[in-house]
């Protein structure tokens, strides 16, 4: 499985998801396609962004698409899915004058959107029609993510 660590402001590991690169089901093999260590509480990926970004920050659904967008340089965090949003995720975002949403293009990611531009004021869905963050940035590069945010803005 690919190992996810999930990283502190200064570097430390907080924990590690994985998830299965195995095209298979997954549950026949005792598994899901994402995998937590048991017990350990629904995390924010990517915090460090919090600590470095400026005013704006970005905001994705799964881990892969935030490597994404910090790859273009944008600072962001992920959360896996709609039901991993709380309150105090909010909280950790409140001070920002714009956080940009990059859910799925899909009717969990159309929740995810919902729930958090309900709770944050400086939520701005970004909206993506030819999949998801990963799948627009291989089908149209960097460009692609910068014309969604800029129709969203
Ligand atoms: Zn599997």
Known sequence: ???????????????????????????EYGHGKYNTVAGDPPRMYGVDSIHA??????????ELDRIVLR???WHSVAVP????????HRRMLAGFSRVWVWSDPDEAGSKLTTKVCRSLRSAKPVRLQRGDVTETYIAGSEQALIDAMEAAA
């Open 1 to 27: 499985m690919l190992a996810i660590p999930y990283l502190g402001p200064q570097g430390q590991p907080l924990t590690i998801r994985f998830r299965c690169l195995q095209k298979h089901q997954h549950r």
């Open 53 to 62: 970004a400026g005013d704006e920050i970005h905001l994705t659904e799964g």
């Open 71 to 73: 790859k273009i340089g």
């Open 81 to 88: 899915g709609v039901e991993m949003w709380f309150a105090r």
